[in-house]
């Protein structure tokens, strides 16, 4: 090993997460700073080292002073591959993380970290930075283009939608206003020429629309990425709502609301790919989450999977106490039952006096195959969530932002296995 990356490997080491000793089918990050939340945010990158695993970003936007700061590392050890902090004090930088396709054609997909609170022009403009999945190089930065708009307050990777041979890639604005509302915007952008392709609005007042962002892949069969973008309403007279839309002319394929004002309709997305069964459906469902839906307790949370080809409500799942925010965070993960269909975690970060909970469902049926606890009252463990596969097999990695055994409100990302619990 030469003497600089000797160096680097050891300025890396001080900044990484630690790694916790623990069972078999287990691995935890914690944060080593107090404020940090550690695992407010996580992606996975996929294999970027080749050695068979996956490697997640971890996001701590509170870390230096909210400057923020995002760590790349293995998923079943506490080698550290590459560190990113935010520039200025306030930046909230790994507030947002996504993984995107390979864009520099080095056979590396690339990360993409949000900034919403950065200043490039006046205060939360927003700001977000393409960084090289490889070495982590900085490849490309863009900017919000008013105060207030908080671009970068959501991003997500997408398939190649303008057929060009390089994925494409979204980022939400959700305060973009107009009229003194935050109305929201979202756009896509071109992997190979970072120009915008399309751009996209909310309906009207506090829509907050481009809170959240989702690729969902060709869902109408027309080869090309389609999109899904949440306006969550949380201020607003209206309840939250998904739109839908296609990657060859940006058109509406569809659009999902609510229930009942607030309710945070679109808090989460996830695509699933199809879960029907063979011959019902041909195209794919999404899972969205609303996690101040209030159907059998206040802030109970709620998660539907709805049928992108005819938007019917596939099955509905409900929080099971006040205020447990079930479905402020959803992962598809690896088929578990064997039914052919992915199965899906869902989050509820305020459950059990705020030590929080994951239950793993199975996509098909919304059934429950086994539930995942956080440790101690007000960790919030099930903030975030991220399907991984380690070399082990497949794998949840579990945000608990608000984690203290070391450091008050540090944070901390558990790695746990699926296979061996899902027996």
Not at 133 to 161: C, I, M, N, Y
Request: with cysteine; glycine share 18%.
């Amino acid at each position: 090993m030469s003497p600089s990356l000797a160096l680097a490997l050891s300025w890396l080491s001080t900044l990484a997460p630690q790694s916790i000793a623990s069972p078999a089918d287990r691995f935890v990050f914690e944060s080593t700073e107090p404020g940090g939340f550690l695992g407010s945010a996580l992606a996975n990158l996929g294999d970027v080292d080749g050695d068979g695993c996956d490697e997640l970003a971890l996001g701590a936007f509170g870390a230096e002073r909210a400057r923020g700061r995002v760590q790349v590392v293995r998923a079943r050890d506490d080698a550290p591959l590459a560190c990113f902090a935010g520039r200025a004090a306030g930046e909230l930088a790994g507030l947002a993380l996504a993984r995107v396709g390979d864009l520099d054609g080095d056979g590396v997909p690339e990360l993409l970290v949000g900034a919403p609170g950065a200043e490039p022009n006046g205060a939360a403009s927003g700001s977000v930075r393409l960084h090289s999945g490889r070495d982590g190089a900085l490849l490309r930065e863009f900017a919000g283009e008013a105060p207030t708009d908080e671009f970068g307050a959501s991003v997500a990777g997408a398939d190649d939608v303008d057929r060009d041979g390089t994925p494409d890639f979204l980022v939400g604005a959700p305060g973009v206003s107009r009229k003194g509302y935050a109305i929201g915007r979202a756009a896509i952008y071109s992997g190979k020429t970072f120009e915008i392709l399309r751009l996209w609005g909310g309906e009207s007042g506090e829509d907050r629309f481009g809170s959240v962002v989702a690729g969902l892949g060709d869902v109408d069969r027309d080869g090309h990425g389609d999109v899904a973008i949440a306006a969550l309403q949380v201020l607003g007279p209206r309840p939250g709502y998904v739109r839908v839309y296609s990657g060859i002319d940006g058109l509406l394929i569809g659009r999902y609301g609510g229930k009942e004002p607030g309710d945070a309709f679109g808090t989460a997305l996830a695509s699933v790919g199809d879960v029907d069964a063979p011959g019902v459906d041909p195209g794919g469902e999404l899972a969205v989450g609303a996690y101040l839906a209030s159907t059998d307790f206040p802030g109970a949370g709620q998660v539907q999977m709805i049928s992108i080809a005819d938007g019917k409500v596939r099955w509905r799942l409900d929080g099971d106490a006040p205020g447990a925010q079930f479905g402020a965070a959803l992962a598809a993960v690896a088929d578990l039952d064997g039914d052919g269909a992915r199965e899906l975690a869902i989050g509820a970060p305020q459950s059990g006096r705020g030590a929080g909970e994951v239950r793993i469902v199975s996509g098909r049926t919304g059934a429950t195959l086994f539930m995942l606890r956080g440790e101690r009252p007000f960790e919030r463990f099930g903030a975030a969530l991220a399907g991984v596969a380690t070399c082990g097999g497949p794998a949840l990695a579990v945000g608990a932002p608000e984690h203290g055994s070391r450091h008050a409100l540090g944070g901390r990302v558990y790695v746990l296995d699926l296979a061996q619990r899902a027996r």
